[in-house]
C-alpha cells in the first residue's frame, strides 16, 4: 500500500511499519534505520505524476461510484498521514487483474484494506484475495470496511509476515501484489515468480521510492532501501520467462506479466 506490503505507516509505539503503508510489527533495527512518524512520511511524498496530471486523471472518473467506504478510507489515511496507493493506483490494480480473469489474488502489505478493496472488486463473487498485515488494529478495521463495502466474503486476513504467507503456496497464483518492507523485496520477487500461473501478473508498488530508485539516491531515513529497490526492479526486468513494464503512476508500480 503506498500504502495498501504490510502497508507502511508509522506510529509510536503501535508497532506498525514505515514506509508508504502500515508495517506493523518491525523493530528499529528491522527498518535498516530510524523510524518516521506519519507526518514526516507525507511530507517526503510519494507523487511523480504531474499534480495537474493527477487530479485531471481522478476527475475523469470520478462519475464511477464507489460509495462511502472508499472515501472513508481515504478520509481516514489524510487525517493521519497513513498513505494508501490512491485511486490512479487502485484503478491499475483492478484493471490488471480484472484482464487477467484473476481470481486468487496474495497481498503482501494490507493495512487497513485499501488495495484489497480494488482486488476485491476485480475478483468477483467466489474469488478470493489474501491479505498479510502483522497489526490486529488494522486487521480488525480492514474488516470492517470490507464488511460495510459488500467486499469482505472475498477477503481474509493472516496476522503474519507476507513473506512467511506467499512462501505457504505451492503455485498457481493469479496476482501477487507486493507493498511490503521495502528491503524484502527481492525476496518477495523470488518467493513470488514461480507461484504465480503461466498468463498471472506480479505488481509492485513503490518501485521508484520518492525517486531516489532512479537518481541513484540512497535514503537517509531507511538506508540501503533505494538499493534493494533497484535490485528488485532489475531482477524482475531481466527475468526471461517475463514481461513487465514500470508504470510511473504516483511513486511508480512494476507490472510483469509471466509469459512462460
Known amino acids: ?35 518516521p512518524g506519519p507526518g514526516e512520511i507525507r511530507r517526503r511524498g510519494v507523487h511523480h505524476i504531474d499534480e495537474q496530471v493527477e487530479k485531471y486523471v481522478e476527475g475523469l472518473f470520478e462519475v464511477q461510484d464507489h460509495g462511502p467506504v472508499l472515501a472513508e478510507m481515504e478520509a481516514r489515511a489524510e487525517a493521519e498521514g497513513f498513505p494508501i496507493i490512491g485511486r490512479a493506483v487502485g484503478r491499475l490494480l483492478e484493471l490488471h487483474t480484472r484482464a487477467i480473469g484473476g481470481r486468487r489474488v496474495v497481498e503482501l502489505g494490507s493495512g487497513f484494506g485499501y488495495s484489497a478493496y480494488w482486488f476485491a472488486r476485480a475478483v468477483g463473487e467466489g474469488g478470493e484475495v489474501i491479505c498479510t498485515e502483522e497489526n490486529e488494529e488494522l486487521i480488525s478495521d480492514a474488516e470492517g470496511y470490507l ?61 521508484l ?52
Not at 503455485?171 to 523485496?185: A, E, N, R
Not at 537517509?220 to 532489475?234: K, L
Open 147 to 207: 464488511g460495510r463495502a459488500g467486499l469482505l466474503d472475498r477477503v481474509t486476513y493472516h496476522r503474519a509476515d507476507g513473506l512467511e504467507v506467499l512462501s505457504g503456496f505451492e503455485g498457481g497464483l493469479d496476482v501477487v501484489y507486493v507493498d511490503t518492507h521495502k528491503f524484502q523485496y527481492p525476496d518477495a520477487w523470488r518467493e513470488a515468480r514461480a507461484r504465480i500461473r503461466v498468463g498471472g501478473i506480479y505488481l509492485c508498488d513503490n518501485v
Open 209 to 260: 521510492w520518492r525517486g531516489m530508485v532512479p537518481r541513484g539516491e540512497d535514503d537517509t531515513v531507511f538506508p540501503g532501501w533505494p538499493d534493494a529497490i533497484r535490485e528488485h526492479n532489475r531482477l524482475v526486468a531481466s527475468d526471461p520467462d517475463w514481461v513487465s513494464h514500470l508504470d510511473p503512476t504516483r511513486d511508480g508500480v512494476l507490472v510483469a506479466l509471466r509469459v512462460q
Open 1 to 35: 500500500m503506498d500504502h495498501q506490503g504490510s502497508g507502511a505507516h508509522e506510529q509510536a509505539g503501535a508497532g506498525l511499519r514505515v514506509d508508504d503503508r502500515c508495517t506493523p510489527g518491525l523493530s528499529g533495527a528491522d527498518t535498516l534505520g530510524s523510524r
